[in-house]
């Protein structure tokens, strides 16, 4: 298999074998990272979770968990609910303090969310927010207040296509002012060409240095060098 993935690189320009050649080993690095974190996650059993090519990979979702726990996480705000929600939950359940607050756009998505919450009885530990999009992000009408935000997780709204690239950037010059000073701020799809401007932006505009992870995110966490 090597072999034959070699070969055919070869026949590339040298420019576009660099390219292929570390792609190659993203999605390798990744592959790796997911399987792992599947061991990891094991560790906080429930009921079957159904996972789309939509859900968050299981590095992201691990790195989320991991930021709870080693930060002591209190307030957790997530943009776009799912596994990710349930994990949390678990944890937070787990550990006796913490709550997430998810956003979701839509309604259908968000009522499976919330009955996967009730049938695990995590719902003290989560709420599901539906927010429906207005001009591309979610209503700010339907959002709770917040304070002390100690970890953003962003992973909504869809941003696959073409003309909605940039619509998860919203999300941090929103809750800026209400993120606590140490918190940490994940991006998940980190590695699409509008996540990427994203994160330029963010980096300009609110100071803050993010690393892109193999697991297919972004993360500004304390002492990121």
């Given at each position: 298999?090597?072999?034959?993935?070699?070969?055919?690189?070869?026949?590339?320009?040298?420019?576009?074998?660099?390219?292929?050649?570390?792609?190659?080993?993203?999605?390798?690095?990744?592959?790796?990272?997911?399987?792992?974190?599947?061991?990891?996650?094991?560790?906080?059993?429930?009921?079957?979770?159904?996972?789309?090519?939509?859900?968050?990979?299981?590095?992201?979702?691990?790195?989320?968990?991991?930021?709870?726990?080693?930060?002591?996480?209190?307030?957790?705000?997530?943009?776009?609910?799912?596994?990710?929600?349930?994990?949390?939950?678990?944890?937070?359940?787990?550990?006796?303090?913490?709550?997430?607050?998810?956003?979701?756009?839509?309604?259908?998505?968000?009522?499976?969310?919330?009955?996967?919450?009730?049938?695990?009885?995590?719902?003290?530990?989560?709420?599901?927010?539906?927010?429906?999009?207005?001009?591309?992000?979610?209503?700010?009408?339907?959002?709770?207040?917040?304070?002390?935000?100690?970890?953003?997780?962003?992973?909504g709204p869809p941003a696959w296509a073409r003309h909605s690239r940039e619509a998860r950037a919203p999300?941090?010059?929103?809750?800026?002012?209400?993120?606590?000073?140490?918190?940490?701020?994940?991006?998940?799809?980190?590695?699409?060409?509008?996540?990427?401007?994203?994160?330029?932006?963010w980096t300009i505009r609110h100071r803050r240095a993010f690393r892109r992870e193999p697991g297919g995110?972004a993360i500004s966490a304390p002492r990121v060098t």
């Amino acid at each position: 298999m090597a072999i034959a993935i070699l070969s055919r690189l070869a026949q590339l320009p040298m420019r576009k074998q660099l390219s292929r050649f570390r792609e190659r080993v993203r999605l390798f690095e990744a592959n790796a990272g997911d399987s792992m974190a599947i061991q990891a996650l094991s560790a906080l059993p429930g009921p079957f979770l159904p996972w789309t090519s939509f859900s968050m990979r299981p590095a992201a979702i691990l790195a989320i968990l991991s930021d709870i726990e080693v930060y002591d996480r209190q307030v957790i705000v997530e943009c776009g609910s799912g596994n990710s929600t349930i994990y949390a939950a678990r944890l937070c359940a787990l550990r006796g303090r913490g709550h997430i607050t998810t956003l979701e756009h839509d309604a259908r998505w968000a009522g499976l969310t919330e009955r996967y919450l009730e049938r695990e009885g995590l719902t003290q530990w989560a709420q599901v927010v539906h927010a429906p999009l207005n001009q591309g992000w979610y209503d700010a009408t339907t959002i709770p207040p917040m304070a002390a935000i100690d970890l953003l997780v962003v992973d909504g709204p869809p941003a696959w296509a073409r003309h909605s690239r940039e619509a998860r950037a919203p999300a941090l010059d929103y809750f800026a002012g209400t993120l606590a000073d140490d918190a940490t701020v994940i991006l998940d799809d980190g590695w699409r060409r509008g996540e990427r401007k994203v994160v330029e932006r963010w980096t300009i505009r609110h100071r803050r240095a993010f690393r892109r992870e193999p697991g297919g995110f972004a993360i500004s966490a304390p002492r990121v060098t």
